[in-house]
């Protein structure tokens, strides 16, 4: 049962894809406001528990309560309309077009206005492209990329792309941001500047879940980290509860807790 003021609910989440228990059994809450570290080895089953919660998946069993509501079943773009916005762990840019273009497009409701429609109201659709853009450039600037706005996306280096893939998903003024390893491959600097943006997001009372591997990286931004291991939730905690907790050492074991400071 949800308890009063909780967020998002997940009670007994459960996908298998053929024999493979992707996610097992999982359940947790998160509060509003909330930065939530979410870490696992490879495979462990993060990145599906993130598609289960954006509706890319539909779970064999379990529940999902956000705000009140029952989602486990609805489509991806409902959900994006109740306000969950993902990032993916790939960066997907669509080349040919501008960093401002790229965020844009994240600002879409193309579930309001089908294109025919929007065709035939130029005026309904010219204004809601204004406003789009008006978001698309806060959310630029929000990630500190408003003075690329209108460079090509692909010219940017990596990490100015996953700033742009964050730019994207809060230009849907989300309540809920999945971060799927928004660090990965970055350099020292761009890593840093990463974090500042995500405790800047934090400040502001933004809901997010962040995954990634590094766990000096997410004990910097996350006052609290849930550990998947094998489809299972295996530890949450602290920062420090999580650097002690056996059973995360021992999942840790062969890829070692890393100790990069960067
Ligand atoms: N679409 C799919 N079809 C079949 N198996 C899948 C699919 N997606 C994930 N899996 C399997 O489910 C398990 C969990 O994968 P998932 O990608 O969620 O792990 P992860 O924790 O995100 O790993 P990584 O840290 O490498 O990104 C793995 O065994 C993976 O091979
Ligand atoms: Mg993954």
Same mark, same amino acid.
């Given at each position: 049962?949800?308890?009063?003021?909780?967020?998002?609910?997940?009670?007994?989440?459960?996908?298998?894809?053929?024999?493979?228990?992707?996610?097992?059994?999982?359940?947790?809450?998160?509060?509003?406001?909330?930065?939530?570290?979410?870490?696992?080895?490879?495979?462990?089953?993060?990145?599906?528990?993130?598609?289960?919660?954006?509706?890319?998946?539909?779970?064999?069993?379990?529940?999902?309560? &956000?705000?009140?509501? +029952?989602?486990? /079943?609805?489509?991806?773009?409902? =959900?994006? *309309?109740?306000?969950?916005?993902? %990032?993916?762990?790939?960066?997907?840019?669509?080349?040919?077009?501008?960093?401002?273009?790229?965020?844009?497009?994240?600002?879409?409701?193309?579930?309001?206005?089908?294109?025919?429609?929007?065709? &035939?109201?130029?005026? +309904?659709?010219? /204004?809601?492209?204004?406003?789009? =853009?008006? *978001?698309?450039?806060?959310?630029? %600037?929000?990630?500190?990329?408003?003075?690329?706005?209108?460079?090509?996306?692909?010219?940017?280096?990596?990490?100015?792309?996953?700033?742009?893939?964050?730019?994207?998903?809060?230009?849907?003024?989300?309540?809920?941001?999945?971060?799927?390893?928004?660090?990965?491959?970055? =350099?020292?600097?761009?890593?840093?500047?990463?974090?500042?943006?995500?405790?800047?997001?934090?400040?502001?009372?933004?809901?997010?879940?962040?995954?990634?591997?590094?766990?000096?990286?997410?004990?910097?931004?996350?006052?609290?980290?849930?550990?998947?291991?094998?489809?299972?939730?295996?530890?949450?905690?602290?920062?420090?509860?999580?650097?002690?907790?056996?059973?995360?050492?021992?999942?840790?074991?062969?890829?070692?807790?890393?100790?990069?400071?960067?």
């Amino acid at each position: 049962m949800a308890e009063a003021g909780e967020f998002l609910v997940a009670r007994d989440l459960t996908l298998s894809f053929g024999g493979v228990q992707a996610v097992n059994s999982v359940s947790f809450s998160i509060a509003k406001g909330e930065l939530r570290g979410l870490i696992g080895p490879n495979g462990a089953g993060k990145s599906t528990l993130f598609h289960l919660i954006s509706g890319h998946f539909y779970p064999d069993r379990g529940s999902l309560v &956000f705000e009140g509501n +029952r989602i486990e /079943n609805k489509s991806p773009a409902a =959900r994006a *309309k109740m306000g969950i916005s993902i %990032t993916f762990q790939a960066v997907h840019l669509f080349s040919g077009m501008t960093v401002l273009e790229n965020v844009m497009v994240g600002g879409h409701s193309w579930t309001k206005h089908e294109w025919l429609e929007a065709s &035939f109201r130029l005026r +309904r659709c010219r /204004n809601e492209e204004r406003s789009i =853009r008006e *978001k698309a450039m806060w959310a630029l %600037t929000m990630v500190g990329l408003e003075r690329y706005a209108n460079q090509l996306a692909e010219s940017l280096p990596l990490g100015r792309q996953r700033a742009l893939q964050i730019a994207r998903a809060l230009c849907s003024m989300p309540k809920l941001l999945l971060l799927d390893e928004p660090a990965s491959g970055l =350099r020292g600097d761009e890593r840093r500047e990463l974090l500042s943006l995500l405790e800047k997001l934090h400040e502001n009372a933004l809901t997010m879940i962040l995954i990634e591997h590094d766990v000096d990286f997410v004990t910097k931004v996350a006052p609290r980290i849930s550990v998947l291991d094998q489809g299972q939730v295996i530890a949450d905690g602290t920062p420090d509860e999580i650097r002690e907790h056996p059973a995360v050492i021992s999942a840790y074991l062969g890829t070692a807790i890393s100790h990069e400071v960067n």
